[in-house]
């Protein structure tokens, strides 16, 4: 299995920006798709996600024109940008495919980045 590590997430002020990125242990040609996802208490969202082969970006309306999402084919690496970080943008932030993966039957997640925006 390819292996996707998140890293990049912290505290930043409401208004700050930062940059997550999305580590594949593998060819991230393999996956159709891939985007970030975030959790927040019993909710869950696909923030953003792009068509790895041409690279077709795809928003939710709660962060269009703020976070920014792009893939590094030479790295295997997807990235997150955010900026005009809001209160209500707070989560554990993970990268995955779309759709998500399975393995044996059960979702398949990393351990996410957790990002904090204080106000």
């Known amino acids: 299995q390819v292996q996707l590590v998140e890293s990049g997430g912290g505290l930043v002020q409401a208004g700050g920006s930062l940059r997550l990125s999305c580590a594949a242990s593998?060819?991230?040609?393999?996956?159709?798709?891939m985007g970030w996802y975030r959790q927040a208490p019993g909710q869950r969202e696909l923030v953003a996600h792009i068509?790895?082969?041409?690279?077709?970006?795809t928003y939710a309306d709660s962060v269009k024109g703020r976070f920014t999402i792009s893939r590094d084919l030479a790295k295997n690496t997807v990235y997150l940008q955010m900026n005009s970080l809001k209160p209500e943008d707070p989560a554990v932030y993970y990268c995955?495919?779309?759709?998500?993966?399975?393995?044996?039957?059960?979702?398949?997640w990393g351990k996410g980045t957790l990002v904090t925006v204080s106000s």
């Open positions: 068509i790895i082969s041409g690279g077709r970006t």
């Open positions: 995955n495919t779309v759709p998500v993966r399975r393995v044996d039957g059960v979702d398949y």
């Open positions: 593998g060819n991230i040609f393999l996956f159709n798709a």
